[in-house]
């Protein structure tokens, strides 16, 4: 799904309109950003938060050439879904993979 899809799904959801859409979601990402920028923690309740971590210096390898590169210190923007998103995906794909299992196995009988 691509930010233009998620636009369309909420325009049509709210009867606002695709511009008015896409200028709620660029505001939203542009927040989220500026926030992480500033090193600041996001909480979305029954979502997830977003928050920057400093990964350590380290020595990693070219994998073409296998020559070693040191990559200096860095900060990286982590997501971390909460546990009500991770339960609702579970649930509903272990459905899904049921219902395509059992449809599967109708189709072979």
Do not use: W
Not at 42 to 71: L, W
Not at 72 to 81: I, N, R, S, T
């Amino acid at each position: 799904m691509r930010k233009s899809d998620i636009v369309d799904v909420i325009a049509t959801a709210t009867g606002l309109t695709k511009v008015e859409t896409e200028a709620v979601v660029d505001g939203f990402i542009s927040t989220v950003i500026n926030a992480l920028k500033e090193g600041k923690y996001i909480e979305i309740r029954g979502f997830g938060s977003f928050k920057v971590k400093k990964r350590k210096s380290r020595i990693a390898r070219n994998p073409r050439t296998g020559e070693q590169v040191k990559v200096d210190d860095h900060f990286v923007p982590l997501f971390k879904a909460s546990r009500e998103l991770k339960n609702i995906v579970n649930e509903n794909l272990k459905r899904t993979q049921f219902d395509i299992e059992s449809s599967n196995l109708t189709e072979n009988n």
